[in-house]
């Protein structure tokens, strides 16, 4: 347990934050988010809406939109406690009232097993597109890959290929909604699609898994409050629990100026987070028009070591082999950056709470942030993903599960966001009633979906 002095602690608030972009400089601060958010869009979009289109057509429009409106309130909500403290989530998780770390470890646990199954999923669609494009055995590509990346996360430098790999998803992305924008259906097909239904044969095991990955999924969440920080949204930010300390606390009671700086950053945020979210939406709603069109009339539901091969008839229905060469080269080069990206983000995020967990007091000298996240870009994020590749080898399979965890584990950072926001922020800058129901609202559809799934 904490002591009671530390615990009873007054809010963390930042002292001096920065002015708030007014007029056309607010445009500069909405472009990167809609790029984070459209460079995290990977399987969830590439993989399982035209897996769920092929199936159900237009009938589940309405729930992919329904989710990336749970995820906008998400991560703003998750965004606000780092834009007014300057402090990560994970630093607020570890101050939560209550038995030492215990919120740290509802994240950790869960989390560590998404790494390694989305990890070797990725991996495994991947090393589909290469057995497409090369030829070969799927395992050598998909084990090659992991051996790659994690190495050059965990050792290397590899801005360049992040870059590359980037420009990759969004001429990915560019293609697909020119691919569905010249087989766009006719508005009363698309309209009869928002229309809340659920299809007959509607199958709640194939749905899950797209849910659980649309957008930034679970731990995406989580990334975005580092990504808001690392931005400067409200100000400098403390980003490494190296830094933290048990006994420290560097609070600030704002001037009246401070809170309405922090006031106006948050709605700069919330504005941010609802075009990167739009931008995702048109991303996922492309490849749903493009299953929808091109692979239900043939009854092509993408599957097994041949997904990738699968997945280019989307843009070879419109542009012929360009258009399935295209796709095969941008999704080797666009999703195994997301590759690199996933491991860099996890073994992160591991370092920081493994950190925490262990506290600054008791941590020996050589375990260091970077030590711990070459550890975990290695381990959990190299060879375990290998070892769940060699033992089920189906991408969609590795990748069903992925999206299962991510789905369940949400409800969970749902509730510690709400819980870290409402007893360490200030009135004013605290989540009012509204955005309180709309959050805890998001989770319960998470958690509804997660309990009958398993109930099923």
């Not at 056309?24 to 984070?36: C, D, Q, S, T």
Request: proline share 5%; hydrophobic share 55%; aromatic share 10%.
């Amino acid at each position: 347990m904490r002591s009671g002095a530390y615990r009873q602690a007054p809010s963390c608030v930042r002292a001096a934050p920065r002015a708030v972009p007014r007029g056309r400089a607010r445009l500069a601060w909405y472009g990167p988010a809609l790029v984070w958010m459209v460079s995290a869009v990977g399987s969830g979009s590439v993989l399982f809406t035209p897996r769920v289109a092929a199936r159900y057509e237009y009938a589940l429009l309405w729930l992919a939109l329904l989710t990336c409106a749970c995820m906008w309130i998400m991560i703003r909500e998750a965004a606000r406690y780092t834009t007014v403290t300057g402090r990560t989530l994970l630093d607020g998780f570890d101050r939560l009232p209550g038995p030492r770390g215990w919120a740290l470890w509802v994240i950790f646990v869960p989390q560590l097993v998404a790494a390694v199954v989305g990890v070797a999923g990725l991996s495994a669609l991947v090393g589909s597109a290469g057995t497409v494009a090369l030829g070969g055995p799927h395992w050598l590509y998909t084990l090659g890959l992991l051996a790659c990346a994690s190495g050059l996360v965990a050792f290397g430098e590899y801005d360049a290929l992040e870059r590359v790999s980037r420009y990759m998803a969004m001429i990915l992305i560019a293609l697909s909604v020119a691919a569905a924008l010249s087989v766009l259906p006719s508005p009363a097909t698309l309209a009869a699609g928002l229309v809340p239904r659920i299809p007959a044969d509607f199958e709640l095991a194939f749905v899950l898994p797209w849910v659980g990955t649309i957008l930034a999924g679970s731990m995406g969440i989580v990334w975005f409050a580092y990504w808001t920080a690392t931005h400067g949204y409200g100000g400098a930010s403390t980003l490494s629990g190296e830094h933290h300390e048990d006994t420290a606390h560097d609070d600030a009671d704002p001037t009246q100026a401070g809170h309405e700086r922090l006031a106006g950053w948050l709605r700069l945020v919330s504005r941010a987070a609802l075009a990167a979210v739009v931008g995702g939406a048109c991303v996922i709603v492309a490849f749903n028009i493009l299953g929808a069109e091109l692979l239900a009339p043939r009854g092509l539901v993408p599957a097994g070591t041949d997904v990738a091969r699968d997945l280019a008839r989307l843009l070879e229905g419109v542009w012929g082999a360009f258009g399935f060469w295209a796709l095969i080269v941008l999704t080797v080069f666009a999703l195994g950056g997301s590759v690199m990206a996933n491991q860099d983000g996890w073994s992160r995020s591991f370092a920081d709470i493994t950190l925490l967990l262990i506290g600054a007091r008791r941590r020996p000298a050589w375990l260091t942030r970077r030590n711990l996240k070459r550890a975990y870009a290695l381990g959990v994020t190299g060879v375990a993903p290998a070892m769940v590749y060699l033992t089920v080898r189906d991408p969609v399979a590795i990748m069903s599960w992925s999206g299962v965890v991510a789905a369940a584990h949400t409800p969970f950072i749902v509730a510690l966001v709400l819980l870290v926001n409402r007893a360490h922020l200030p009135r004013g800058l605290a989540p009012g009633p509204l955005a309180t129901c709309f959050l805890a609202a998001a989770g319960l559809f998470y958690l509804i979906v997660s309990v009958l799934r398993f109930g099923t």
